[in-house]
């Protein structure tokens, strides 16, 4: 699909801010959760007042136009709002995500030369503050406990409105987005104003969104994907974002903003079908959705304890969703659509479209990127949005574009009949047996991934004769009666035995490991938005691999306690 998108300078964030500011003045843009059942809610009136106030006190600080100011924190209102007034102060907002531990903070802050941060809430504030070089400042907004030189509401009441509607063009550094770094030093995707209009406008095409969407704001606005499908599309179109609180609080969140839009990642949606399983068994559920009356009533009832009755578009991405997961969702009534993209395109490369898509693709080129193969199957795009090179690294940036200005994503691919994308596995992510065989794993963790039972999984068995695979069960469900672990491990087994008569001989499991600790940002092994820290896995579990193998089993239990 050739690049469609055309945009003008009003098209441009900072335009649209100022554009709703007057014509949506009195609307509701912002719903901040405040703790128990008190929310906050901003109009865009006071959205624009209090950044205009802050945007004003950072141009009083004297920094140089385009100075680097990060911005670490969960997602709240005070996020987008520190984001306006770095822009409208003529700087560029570094983003870092709220889970890194100080030693992951200050390679990124000393990197980007940043001059100022914004903290604000963090769960563990105490291993990210010691991150923060000497002579940095400190502003903490509403929500932050952490020890701060200024604070946003001091900043508030004290200052003037920034005057005028400053603006900068399209080609203008907006932000410098790091990747969430499975492997070494994250590298820094420079991205313009023109990324955030160009996706937008891309996105509001297949939406047909306007200011009457409602959309939850609860992945990372680190991450790349949060920027672009919530702060760049809700700004564009003028329409409400609402926040979570936490984790305990999530469902009451996603029932209170009932979102017409919602993006989550493959598993945080198998957590979701995990809920409503533990609630009511397969073989139950599908025999009421077979039942023409019972039918309606039973998927409107789950979609609405879910929150997610209003959704009128479901996306997925950032790693695959088991066929069978998406396919129990459309029997819900609730159509999930898988995409692609990545830091360097600015999220969005790809997208399955509403009444085409299928299971299995990230869909087709959007209107704002260009899609090939290399003869060596490697996905490569272009486009208006992509990012216009990393950060004070020329060397790498060479490295990842193709001399006539491709980006090499890294990805293999294939396209259908009908330029629809597959991913068929990630270059570096493949490995090779002693036999010599290479193994692509994503596209079994896929297969794996259907067992509902368990949460993550990861194929490895690089210079073993076989391939095998370590399983994560969701937290609170390590069997510990000898019956459950017999009854799950025969299910397991059954699962695998499935598995393997749909892969080539070089493929075929040797065995799955189940591992009773937990994948989490916290415990170092995934990245903030849940993909696999594959090295680290490897390294972790590798002292075991020989005893495993050596077993005979099919599946087998590693108990680290």
């Not at 959205?47 to 006190?57: F, G, Q, S």
């Not at 370590?470 to 598995?499: C, I, Y």
Request: aromatic share 8%; proline share 6%.
């Amino acid at each position: 699909m050739p690049i469609t998108t055309k945009i003008t300078d009003a098209d441009l964030p900072l335009q649209r801010a100022y554009r709703w500011e007057k014509e949506r003045a009195g609307a509701v843009f912002l719903t901040q959760p405040m703790g128990g059942a008190a929310v906050r809610d901003w109009t865009w009136a006071q959205t624009m007042d209090e950044a205009r106030r802050v945007a004003a006190w950072l141009q009083a600080q004297g920094h140089p136009a385009g100075s680097r100011i990060a911005i670490m924190s969960k997602n709240t209102a005070w996020w987008i709002m520190a984001d306006l007034a770095i822009w409208m102060a003529g700087h560029v907002s570094v983003p870092i995500y709220p889970n890194l531990v100080a030693e992951s903070v200050r390679p990124i802050l000393e990197h980007s030369g940043t001059v100022l941060v914004f903290i604000g809430k963090l769960d563990d504030w105490k291993s990210m503050v010691g991150g923060v070089p000497q002579g940095v400042a400190t502003v903490g907004t509403p929500l932050c406990d952490a020890p701060v030189q200024q604070r946003w509401d001091d900043i508030v009441a004290k200052t003037q409105p920034l005057k005028g509607s400053p603006t900068f063009p399209a080609d203008a550094m907006a932000t410098i987005i790091y990747t969430s770094g499975t492997t070494g030093m994250p590298k820094g995707a420079v991205h313009g104003f023109g990324a955030f209009a160009h996706t937008a406008k891309a996105l509001q095409q297949v939406l047909k969104s306007d200011a009457n969407e409602r959309s939850l704001s609860y992945l990372p606005l680190a991450h790349v994907a949060e920027r672009c499908l919530i702060e760049g599309h809700n700004v564009h179109v003028g329409a409400r974002i609402y926040f979570a609180e936490s984790l305990d609080t999530f469902l009451a969140d996603l029932q209170r903003a009932r979102p017409t839009f919602f993006f989550s990642v493959p598993r945080l949606w198998v957590k979701f079908q995990q809920g409503v399983l533990a609630k009511m068994p397969r073989e139950k559920l599908d025999k009421l959705l077979r039942i023409p009356i019972l039918s309606g009533i039973v998927k409107k009832k789950i979609l609405k304890q879910l929150g997610l009755d209003s959704v009128r578009f479901a996306g997925t991405g950032a790693a695959p969703l088991p066929p069978e997961v998406m396919a129990w969702y459309r029997s819900l009534g609730l159509e999930l659509l898988e995409g692609y993209g990545m830091t360097e395109q600015f999220a969005y490369a790809t997208s399955n479209m509403p009444g085409r898509s299928k299971i299995g693709s990230v869909g087709e080129a959007t209107a704002c990127t260009d899609v090939k193969l290399s003869p060596e199957g490697e996905i490569l795009t272009r486009g208006p949005a992509h990012m216009q090179g990393y950060f004070k690294e020329p060397e790498k940036t060479a490295e990842t574009m193709t001399p006539d200005g491709w980006l090499r994503t890294g990805d293999l691919g294939a396209f259908d009949d009908q330029g629809r994308l597959s991913i068929v596995g990630r270059a570096k992510e493949q490995f090779k047996t002693s036999k010599g065989k290479y193994v692509a794993p994503a596209p079994i963790e896929g297969k794996l991934a259907a067992f509902a039972r368990i949460e993550a999984c990861m194929v490895t068995g690089s210079a073993f004769p076989q391939p095998f695979a370590l399983a994560m069960l969701p937290a609170g469900a390590w069997p510990t009666a000898d019956a459950q672990r017999n009854e799950f491990t025969a299910a397991l087994k059954s699962h695998l035995d499935k598995v393997n008569q749909q892969l080539d001989p070089h493929e075929r499991l040797d065995f799955i490991a189940v591992v009773s600790e937990q994948w989490t940002v916290e415990s170092g092994f995934v990245t903030p938005t849940l993909k696999l820290k594959r090295n680290v896995l490897e390294k972790h579990y590798a002292g075991h691999f020989e005893r495993w193998a050596k077993q005979k089993r099919e599946v087998v239990w590693h108990d680290a306690a």
